[in-house]
T-cell receptor
Framework: NAGVTQTPKFQVLKTGQSMTLQCAQD?????MYWYRQDPGMGLRLIYY???????DKGEVPNGYNVSRLNKREFSLRLESAAPSQTSVYFC?????????????FGNGTRLTVT | SQQGEEDPQALSIQEGENATMNCSYK?????LQWYRQNSGRGLVHLILIRSNEREKHSGRLRVTLDTSKKSSSLLITASRAADTASYFC???????????FGKGTLLTVNP
């Protein structure tokens, strides 16, 4: 059982380049989330998708876009990368709409923007 | 404002000892969750405690919740070197979708 799979695991970008972080879950979960983790800052919510076909902004959405491609996949796009977006990005999913069940996390994408 | 602040930021103990981590939050909640993160890995869910519960157990883990003080604690009994990790609390702030994480407690268990 793969759970939540994120690709790539590592990425180095130059300022201004674009890229898409991929996330897929095989647990038939309804809700999916993108977080970023920075030293001393904990995890901060970028975007979430409560169910297939819906997306909403989280705490730090500026500079990012998302697509809930289908129930399994939720991608995060950086249109013009900036050094401030250097971070570890985590995708998560949960079975039910709402937060009465735990989140299942992928192992992260480590992004460096130079 | 920052929700789910853990205390202490770092904790170092010997194997066999108990470890207690505390978490405070600022607004009313539906539930509060605790997660563990090993270095270089994603977070793993440990326990979810609902706002109408005061205590919950799972193996060597015990979580308490005091909604009047807006605080929670995680106790790990008889710690092992393998418990070395960062531990995070996360609260929903009364929302249905926005789980807000604290900055975490780094626990080191020395063999």
């Amino acid at each position: 059982n793969a759970g939540v799979t994120q690709t790539p695991k590592f990425q180095v970008l130059k300022t201004g380049q674009s890229m898409t972080l991929q996330c897929a879950q095989d647990m038939n979960h309804n809700s999916m989330y993108w977080y970023r983790q920075d030293p001393g800052m904990g995890l901060r919510l970028i975007y979430y998708s409560a169910s297939e076909g819906t997306t909403d902004k989280g705490e730090v959405p500026n500079g990012y876009n998302v697509s809930r491609l289908n129930k399994r996949e939720f991608s995060l796009r950086l249109e013009s990368a900036a050094p401030s977006q250097t971070s570890v990005y985590f995708c998560a999913s949960s079975p039910a709409q709402g937060l009465n069940s735990p989140l299942h996390f992928g192992n992260g994408t480590r992004l460096t923007v130079t | 404002s920052q929700q789910g602040e853990e205390d202490p930021q770092a904790l170092s103990i010997q194997e066999g000892e108990n470890a207690t981590m505390n978490c405070s939050y600022k607004t009313s909640i539906n539930n509060l969750q605790w997660y563990r993160q090993n270095s270089g890995r994603g977070l793993v869910h440990l326990i979810l405690i609902r706002s109408n519960e005061r205590e919950k157990h799972s193996g060597r883990l015990r979580v308490t919740l005091d909604t009047s003080k807006k605080s929670s604690s995680l106790l790990i009994t008889a710690s092992r070197a393998a418990d070395t990790a960062s531990y995070f609390c996360a609260d929903d702030g009364g929302s249905n979708y926005k789980l807000t994480f604290g900055k975490g407690t780094l626990l080191t268990v020395n063999p």
